[in-house]
């Protein structure tokens, strides 16, 4: 569980060849989907594109153009409830619903760019087949549908014919906004990642190196899936919290750096010391009483450990209980940071880019986890730094603000 466990030489390598692995067909933990999606194409100037963002428990609906200058212009926004997460909907329903938040915008573009990031399988046609839905959305009439074509379908029975539409997930979206904004450092190429409740990972490979695609020249965006990296060997306590999750054995790279899982894991391991009398007697019924302990709790225990918020804000916890908790809670922070690093100096490593230090590889990092965790960011790019320049690679790591509005925006008017 320590983060000196880490032998980045080792996990790198592993991370290097599983993603070498899954760019053929089968036989690694990372998928290596093509999104058929060209990172290099040239963004018409003051252009309109809508945009539609579907993460999670909201949709969101804008139009985007660029000027001549790189700005981007987001004009009428609006959000609204993700169709299918109140209550479950009819295939029929879900479209029409999507098809009236469109009709404020519909005439102002024919391109239309999808930020859809649920688990689909990708086409050359820039379209994608649900493979199932997460985050509680509730409409089974869709798994196993193409959601762009059968969107375009249901606008054109409304009078909306000849409209073109790119789907794209999230992190695809993320590298696509690096480089739209990032192109003013002429950066060598750009990279997508994200950590926030989960992880995951986008780079550009060369189509030549994609042995299950047919196109053997140019360039496209992979989707690592990152999150489901296997070959790190699973601690003792990340054993024991993986088999209390819905899904053991799978996503268990995810489980060990991402939100959603960290502040369990911690809560698992102290939980286990405990037990085996590593605490006060006192501390040792606190810790047992906890029924949860989230990753923004983490946060604040790490950042003051005697806060009056902190989750073991209490007289029974003695000094040397607090340093324990201290200690622990660091390992698997630094533990994330490292592993974190690892996976971004993975995809810098694939991609052969960044050689120079006037052309570094652009790294477009979005995510709460990544950012709100008390010296999260700090310590993952210092070992980002010792990890890439040892090996002669040059980066440049950025945050865009509407990551993947702009993103979409980009594949929409590039396609």
């Given at each position: 569980?320590?983060?000196?466990?880490?032998?980045?030489?080792?996990?790198?390598?592993?991370?290097?060849?599983?993603?070498?692995?899954?760019?053929?067909?089968?036989?690694?933990?990372?998928?290596?989907?093509?999104?058929?999606?060209?990172?290099?194409?040239?963004?018409?100037?003051?252009?309109?594109?809508?945009?539609?963002?579907?993460?999670?428990?909201?949709?969101?609906?804008?139009?985007?153009?660029?000027?001549?200058?790189?700005?981007?212009?987001?004009?009428?926004?609006?959000?609204?409830?993700?169709?299918?997460?109140?209550?479950?909907?009819?295939?029929?329903?879900?479209?029409?619903?999507?098809?009236?938040?469109?009709?404020?915008?519909?005439?102002?573009?024919?391109?239309?760019?999808?930020?859809?990031?649920?688990?689909?399988?990708?086409?050359?046609?820039?379209?994608?087949?649900?493979?199932?839905?997460?985050?509680?959305?509730?409409?089974?009439?869709?798994?196993?549908?193409?959601?762009?074509?059968?969107?375009?379908?249901?606008?054109?029975?409304?009078?909306?014919?000849?409209?073109?539409?790119?789907?794209?997930?999230?992190?695809?979206?993320?590298?696509?906004?690096?480089?739209?904004?990032?192109?003013?450092?002429?950066?060598?190429?750009?990279?997508?990642?994200?950590?926030?409740?989960?992880?995951?990972?986008?780079?550009?490979?060369?189509?030549?190196?994609?042995?299950?695609?047919?196109?053997?020249?140019?360039?496209?965006?992979?989707?690592?899936?990152?999150?489901?990296?296997?070959?790190?060997?699973?601690?003792?306590?990340?054993?024991?919290?993986?088999?209390?999750t819905t899904n053991p054995g799978a996503?268990?790279?995810?489980?060990?750096?991402?939100?959603?899982?960290?502040?369990?894991?911690?809560?698992?391991?102290?939980?286990?010391?405990?037990?085996?009398?590593?605490?006060?007697?006192?501390?040792?019924?606190?810790?047992?009483?906890?029924?949860?302990?989230?990753?923004?709790?983490?946060?604040?225990?790490?950042?003051?450990?005697?806060?009056?918020?902190?989750?073991?804000?209490?007289?029974?916890i003695t000094p040397n209980d607090?340093?324990?908790?201290?200690?622990?809670?660091?390992?698997?922070?630094?533990?994330?940071?490292?592993?974190?690093?690892?996976?971004?100096?993975?995809?810098?490593?694939?991609?052969?880019?960044?050689?120079?230090?006037?052309?570094?590889?652009?790294?477009?990092?979005?995510?709460?986890?990544?950012?709100?965790?008390?010296?999260?960011?700090?310590?993952?790019?210092?070992?980002?730094?010792?990890?890439?320049?040892?090996?002669?690679?040059?980066?440049?790591?950025?945050?865009?603000?509407?990551?993947?509005?702009?993103?979409?925006?980009?594949?929409?008017?590039?396609?």
């Amino acid at each position: 569980m320590s983060a000196n466990f880490v032998d980045i030489d080792i996990v790198l390598n592993d991370f290097c060849n599983e993603m070498e692995t899954g760019l053929s067909e089968g036989g690694s933990s990372l998928a290596m989907i093509a999104s058929y999606i060209k990172a290099d194409a040239c963004i018409p100037v003051n252009k309109p594109v809508i945009v539609l963002d579907a993460g999670g428990t909201n949709l969101r609906v804008c139009t985007v153009s660029f000027n001549e200058h790189g700005t981007v212009d987001i004009e009428c926004f609006e959000q609204y409830q993700m169709p299918g997460v109140s209550h479950e909907l009819s295939k029929q329903s879900f479209y029409n619903a999507i098809c009236d938040y469109l009709e404020p915008v519909i005439n102002k573009s024919d391109s239309i760019g999808f930020c859809f990031s649920y688990p689909t399988e990708m086409a050359e046609s820039k379209d994608g087949k649900l493979l199932y839905w997460t985050k509680e959305v509730k409409v089974p009439e869709l798994v196993g549908e193409y959601i762009g074509s059968g969107l375009l379908a249901e606008l054109a029975k409304r009078g909306h014919t000849g409209k073109k539409l790119v789907l794209l997930n999230d992190t695809v979206s993320t590298l696509l906004a690096g480089r739209a904004i990032g192109k003013q450092w002429q950066c060598d190429s750009y990279i997508g990642f994200i950590l926030g409740t989960g992880t995951n990972t986008a780079y550009i490979e060369k189509n030549s190196n994609i042995p299950k695609v047919s196109a053997s020249s140019g360039t496209q965006v992979i989707n690592v899936e990152s999150g489901n990296f296997s070959k790190y060997p699973q601690g003792d306590i990340d054993k024991l919290f993986d088999d209390s999750t819905t899904n053991p054995g799978a996503y268990t790279f995810e489980k060990m750096i991402s939100g959603r899982y960290l502040g369990s894991v911690a809560l698992c391991l102290l939980k286990k010391a405990a037990v085996n009398g590593l605490f006060s007697k006192a501390a040792t019924a606190e810790i047992k009483s906890l029924r949860c302990l989230t990753t923004p709790e983490l946060s604040i225990f790490f950042e003051n450990s005697f806060g009056l918020f902190t989750p073991f804000n209490s007289e029974k916890i003695t000094p040397n209980d607090r340093k324990t908790l201290y200690y622990f809670i660091l390992e698997l922070i630094e533990r994330a940071a490292k592993l974190t690093a690892v996976n971004i100096a993975a995809a810098v490593i694939k991609s052969n880019s960044g050689r120079s230090p006037l052309h570094p590889i652009c790294i477009n990092i979005d995510g709460s986890m990544f950012y709100e965790l008390f010296g999260f960011n700090e310590k993952c790019e210092e070992y980002l730094a010792a990890t890439l320049n040892s090996r002669g690679f040059y980066f440049k790591t950025i945050r865009v603000e509407n990551a993947p509005i702009i993103g979409a925006a980009f594949a929409g008017l590039a396609s």
